[in-house]
């Protein structure tokens, strides 16, 4: 049975999150939370909004779960590789931060090569490879999942590579920034096939409205 509602993929909580619903607001649409945590429902438009963790956009758009998301490009670019890839349609402006080199000794980092046979800890594996790969440099790479800023103290790293937006954790744990590695944003993202005929034109709607609130 093909579905009559739009499915759009948002993050439940965290940096986007209220940003998200947001944009839906002044993008004219009625959020209606409802009791359902995982769903809310617009009332003026046949668009449901699937409330789930930022990490799981990615796939649930690649796999036409939901026809569209809205994550960020730090999470977009973190996913497998290997794994089918969703569409991106536009930057939202908003959600803006930066992954970072961070370490406890800014006098040591004269540049990526600085970063020859050290240990990194970060929740960003593959972005952080790409970039040692780019600069031809081999350092040992310590995935973590959370709290990636206590990895310096704990002894598990020397450094970190770790998302940065007001700068407050890194400073309240004695690290400096010393390289960017990626800027991000908040990108709305699509199923990388057609959508069905009944729900193409009620996304086109839902973009062009975005596009009409995201003067950028
Ligand atoms: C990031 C990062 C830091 C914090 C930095 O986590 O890992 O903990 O934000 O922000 P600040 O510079 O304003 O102090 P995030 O909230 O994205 O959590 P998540 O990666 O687990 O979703
Ligand atoms: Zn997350």
Same mark, same amino acid.
């Given at each position: 049975?093909?579905?009559?509602?739009?499915?759009?993929?948002?993050?439940?909580?965290?940096?986007?999150?209220?940003?998200?619903?947001?944009?839906?607001?002044?993008?004219?649409?009625?959020?209606?939370?409802?009791?359902?945590?995982?769903?809310?429902?617009?009332?003026?438009?046949?668009?449901?909004?699937?409330?789930?963790?930022?990490?799981?956009?990615?796939?649930?758009?690649?796999?036409?779960?939901?026809?569209?998301?809205?994550?960020?490009?730090? /999470?977009?670019? #973190?996913?497998?590789?290997?794994?089918? @890839?969703? %569409?991106?349609?536009? !930057? &939202? $402006?908003?959600?803006?931060?930066?992954?970072?080199?961070?370490?406890?000794?800014?006098?040591?980092?004269?540049?990526?090569?600085?970063?020859?046979?050290?240990?990194?800890?970060?929740?960003?594996?593959?972005?952080?490879?790409?970039?040692?790969?780019?600069?031809? /440099?081999?350092? #040992?790479?310590?995935?973590?999942?959370? @709290?990636? %800023?206590?990895?310096? !103290? &704990? $002894?598990?790293?020397?450094?970190?590579?770790?998302?940065?937006?007001?700068?407050?954790?890194?400073?309240?744990?004695?690290?400096?920034?010393?390289?960017?590695?990626?800027?991000?944003?908040?990108?709305?993202?699509?199923?990388?096939?057609?959508?069905?005929?009944?729900?193409?034109?009620?996304?086109?709607?839902?973009?062009?409205?975005?596009?009409?609130?995201?003067?950028?």
């Amino acid at each position: 049975m093909t579905r009559e509602r739009l499915r759009l993929a948002l993050q439940k909580s965290g940096r986007l999150a209220d940003a998200s619903l947001d944009l839906l607001r002044s993008a004219g649409l009625s959020v209606n939370k409802g009791a359902n945590d995982l769903l809310y429902r617009i009332d003026n438009a046949p668009i449901d909004v699937l409330r789930v963790r930022d990490d799981d956009i990615p796939t649930l758009v690649a796999d036409g779960v939901a026809d569209l998301g809205v994550v960020g490009l730090n /999470v977009l670019e #973190e996913r497998d590789s290997a794994a089918r @890839a969703p %569409e991106e349609i536009m !930057r &939202l $402006g908003f959600g803006r931060c930066a992954l970072k080199i961070a370490t406890p000794d800014k006098a040591a980092y004269e540049g990526p090569y600085a970063l020859d046979g050290v240990r990194i800890a970060t929740s960003y594996p593959h972005i952080l490879s790409r970039f040692l790969d780019a600069h031809g /440099v081999k350092a #040992e790479i310590v995935h973590m999942h959370g @709290a990636v %800023e206590v990895a310096p !103290r &704990l $002894g598990l790293a020397q450094v970190v590579c770790d998302l940065v937006s007001t700068g407050a954790t890194l400073e309240a744990n004695g690290l400096k920034p010393v390289q960017t590695v990626m800027e991000s944003e908040a990108v709305l993202i699509r199923a990388p096939r057609p959508l069905p005929a009944a729900l193409a034109p009620v996304a086109e709607r839902f973009v062009e409205r975005v596009r009409g609130v995201t003067a950028s």
